[in-house]
Every structure is written in C-alpha cells, then in structure tokens.
C-alpha cells in the first residue's frame, strides 16, 4: 500500500527525469527511448507481473535500479573481474545516493530511504524477501527483453563465457523467478542456449 500517493508519483516523475537524460538509446517497437529510461519502465512493469503486492519500497528500488548508470561507464575500471567487481560496487553506491536525494526532494523520512537505499546496495539477498524479489526482477527483465542482443553480443568462440555469465544470473534467482522464466516466449534459438545453461546450472 502506498502511504503518501502524491509523493510516490513525484518520486516516480524526478527518477525517470534522470534517466531520461541518458543519451545512448535503445530501439522497441520501431521508437527510440533513453536506454536507462526504457529499462527503469520495463523494471517496473515486470515488478507488477511478478509481485502485484509489492510494498512501496520496492516499487521505489526497481524504477531507480539503474538511475543515471551511464555516468559511471565500465571502461573506468580495469577489463577484468576485479575491475568489474569494483565498477558495480560503485555502482550501488552512486544509484543509492541519487536515489536517496531525489526521495529527500520529494519528502521521504530517512527510514524509508535507507530501505530502499539497502536494496539498490543488494544488500542481505539472500535473507531479505524484497532483496531478493528485486534481484529476480533484474534477471527476468534481462531475460526477457536483454538476451538476444546479450546471445549475439559473443562470438562461437565465447560462448562458454556467454554460459558462465548465464548460470550466475540463473543462480541468483529464486524458484519463484525461474518458474516465472521459463514460462517466458523465447525463440527456438534461445531456448537451446538456455537449456545448456540449465542443464548444468
């Protein structure tokens, strides 16, 4: 239930200004969209489909998940998994910041700020309901709108690194997401790569 709807919706406007300032773009249904704007909107939606009831807290988390993302590029950091591991954790830091500014802005108690704030920061995935519900969130919209161009992105000679990547998101994901993937309409192509990432996953 959302407490204040007015100041949930102004929320909502100020996180998708942001994004909307994004200049790269993505292509859906013949119209070009922010890239982070477009995926902010997708996060939310699938939220909906996943979780119907989810609390006010989560809703916030999945519309900023990955709010002005493109500010801090990978290619700040070094290629390797160290230098990933370092981009995301900084990462999660500037999402949160932002986020917990914009939600100051528009009247947030510090409490509900720092919830969301420790789900954009992935924090107890493992222990917290909602933590989770995001991260499966993040997968099914990978999943769903990301995988194709994600599949074709690597060459033949990559593909055990497109598989690796695979099951770790695969991993991350509750059974609740997985039944929630499978039912997904893939391509026939698609649904061979998955079921080698699933039959050792």
């Known amino acids: 239930m959302i407490a204040n709807i007015a100041r949930f919706e102004r929320a909502f ?19 070009a969209y922010p890239k982070e704007l477009l995926y902010a909107k997708r996060m939310t939606t699938m939220l909906k489909h996943f979780e119907p009831d989810a609390s006010e807290t989560l809703q916030l988390a999945a519309r900023c998940q990955h709010i002005c993302r493109w500010q801090i590029s990978r290619n700040s950091y070094p290629m390797d998994r160290i230098g990933y591991k370092c981009w995301r954790m900084e990462l999660y830091k500037f999402h949160s910041e932002i986020t917990g500014e914009i939600m100051r802005e528009v009247g ?6 720092a919830n969301v704030q420790a789900l954009l920061r992935k924090e107890r995935l493992k222990t917290n309901p909602e933590s989770q519900s995001l991260e499966d969130v993040v997968g099914l919209v990978f999943l769903q709108y990301y995988l194709v161009d994600f ?25 609740k997401g997985h039944i ?3 039912k997904f309409n ?5 649904r061979v790569v998955l079921n080698k990432v699933l039959a050792v996953a």
């Open 13 to 31: 406007v100020k996180f998708d200004a942001a994004n909307a300032a994004d200049p790269n773009q993505d292509v859906f249904e013949g119209v």
């Open 108 to 113: 947030y108690d510090e409490e509900m700020i």
């Open 151 to 175: 599949v074709n992105k690597y060459s033949y000679f990559e593909e055990e690194k497109l598989f690796n990547i695979l099951r770790k998101t695969w991993k991350k994901m509750s059974e």
């Open 180 to 182: 929630t993937a499978l």
């Open 186 to 190: 893939f391509t026939p192509e698609l």
